[in-house]
Structures are given as C-alpha cells and as structure tokens.
C-alpha cells in the first residue's frame, strides 16, 4: 500500500496540475498595477506574502489583521517595496460591525474596490473534536460569517469595476480530514456559499469573479506550530502560495489548487475511491501526538 501509494499520487498529481489547475502563463503582473486591494489576514502568513507581492505589482493596499503593531510594519514594507499606496485598519471578525468599517474605508479611500482577498481566519484547535458547540459557532463567525459580510458590503464596488472576490479556503474545506471538525465545517461552508453565488452571478451576468483557493499545508507559522508535530508531510512555500493566489484572482479562474499535485490527487481520489483515500489520509497522521 504504501509503495502504491508513492508512485500512483504524485503521477496522478502531475497528470492533474498540467490538465486542470495549474495557473496560465498570461499572467503579467502590470494586471495588478493601480488596482485597488483589500487583504484581509494581512499581518502574517499568507496574507503578508500577498500584500508584498501586490506592492511589487503597484496595486493600492488596504490590509486588515487583529494586531494593529504587525500591520503598520507590513505597511511600512508594501511602501518600500513599490505599492501605490497602502493603509490599514485593525480589528477582529468577530466583530460583526468590522466588515462594514474595513469596506467603507476603502470608499473613502479610493471611491472603488477592483479585488477583495478573503484570508483571515479565528483562532482554532488541532485536536480532537470536544463537543464545544461554542466554539463551532464562534469560529464561523469569524471563517465564514464574516466572509459573507465582507463581500455583500464591497459587492456594490466590485460590480461597478467588474472585479474579483479572492476567497482562501482549504483541503479541509472539499475533504474531511480529523483533528480539525469546527475548522472544516467553516471552509466547507465557504465552498457552498461561493460556489452557489458564482452561479447567481453568472444568470444575472454579474461581471464579478469569483476565485476559490483550495490550500493544502503551507509553511505559515501558525500552521507548522499546530501540526508539525502530527502530521508527516513537507509543508509548501507561503511566498509561492501568496503569488499563485494574486494569480489565480487576476486570471479570474474558478479554483486554485496549491500544491496543484497533492490538492489535485486527492480531489480526484475522493470522486473515485473514497475509502481509499480516507485510508491515506489517516496514514500521514503521527495520532499517538495528538492530544484528547
């Protein structure tokens, strides 16, 4: 089983990535300059690797995180390196006012939005699943609700622009996994959400794209401390996963995949062979380190 599955998932990825997700070669980074960005998530992570992609590319920033210090510095370093300008507003998503106040700046601002990158995320477990119904609920607050929110408040703008909705999802959101119940159930109401919108917009011939980012385990700090310990796989570059998002989201595609050959192998799998893949799925897990 092992030797199978070592030679038939990286083939089948690489069969996957050429076929279908991986990121047209037209992608010229003069798309980005002068557009106006929202990034949410910005102060660490994936989502500061997109704010310092999008300054090289000259794009407007206005970045949005909880820590109001580590926004500033990311800030002063999107000025550094070329952006066109950039400002930020903190505060939590688990405010439910937040949304508005992070969109009406960028009105106020720039009088228009061109693309809204949906990255943040609440605070979570790598554990099993306890039984706190309050933390379930808290947590699509945050992932999903806020998500929600965000875009019916900048969706006046971006229909007016023609523009995109990024939104940063994740494996867990497309396949259950263990260890990370409240978390999936908020990616994969993401995907419902987007995905049944992305058809409205289409019948209503709204020109608004919509981009969903399906992650697998990238190298972000906050991943790598919740599950080095328990998983066995390499987590992927963030720089490159950043790049492969502002991409994604000016191509006006429908799905990332990234890494394109692990996302794309088990998606297939899931269609085709589910015991099988849930099989490999736990097969990657260290379970004696995880904590009841």
């Known amino acids: 089983m092992g030797l199978l599955l070592k030679i038939f998932v990286p083939l089948l990825g690489l069969a ?9 070669e037209n992608f010229n980074e003069e798309m980005l300059r002068g557009k106006r960005v929202i990034v949410t998530g910005a102060s660490s992570g994936i989502g500061e690797q997109m704010a310092y992609h999008l300054a090289r590319m000259e794009a407007h920033l206005l970045l949005t995180a909880r820590r109001e210090a580590k ?27 937040f949304p508005e106040v992070v969109v009406k700046e960028a009105e106020n601002t720039w009088g228009g939005l061109d693309m809204l990158i949906l990255n943040h995320i609440g605070r979570s477990f790598f554990t099993y699943f306890d039984g706190d119904v309050g933390h379930v609920r808290k947590l699509l607050e945050t992932n999903f609700l806020s998500y929600v929110a965000m875009t019916v408040a900048a969706l006046p703008m971006l229909k007016e622009n023609e523009g995109s909705i990024v939104v940063v999802s994740s494996m867990a959101g497309k396949i259950g996994t263990p260890f990370v119940a ?18 409205e917009f289409i019948i209503d011939k709204v020109n608004v794209s919509i981009t969903l980012c399906i992650l697998g385990y990238i190298d972000t700090e906050n991943a790598v401390q919740a599950v080095s310990h328990a998983i066995r796989d390499t987590p992927a570059p963030k720089e490159e996963c950043a790049l492969e998002i502002i991409k994604s989201g000016a191509l006006r595609q429908r799905e ?37």
Not at 74 to 93: N, Q
Not at 185 to 195: E, V, W, Y
């Open 182 to 199: 409240p978390y999936s159930a908020t990616k994969f109401a993401l995907d419902g959400f987007f995905s049944s919108l992305r058809h």
């Open 256 to 292: 990332l995949h990234y890494p394109s050959g692990v996302v794309g192998s088990l998606l297939l799998l899931r269609g085709i062979a589910p015991d099988f893949l849930d099989h490999t799925i736990r097969s990657r897990y260290n379970v004696e380190n995880i904590k009841r």
């Open 16 to 24: 996957l990535a050429f076929y279908f997700y991986s990121a047209p």
């Open 71 to 97: 926004l500033q510095k990311v800030v002063e370093r999107c000025l550094e390196l070329g952006a066109a300008s950039a400002s930020y507003v903190s505060g939590s998503m688990e405010d439910t006012t």
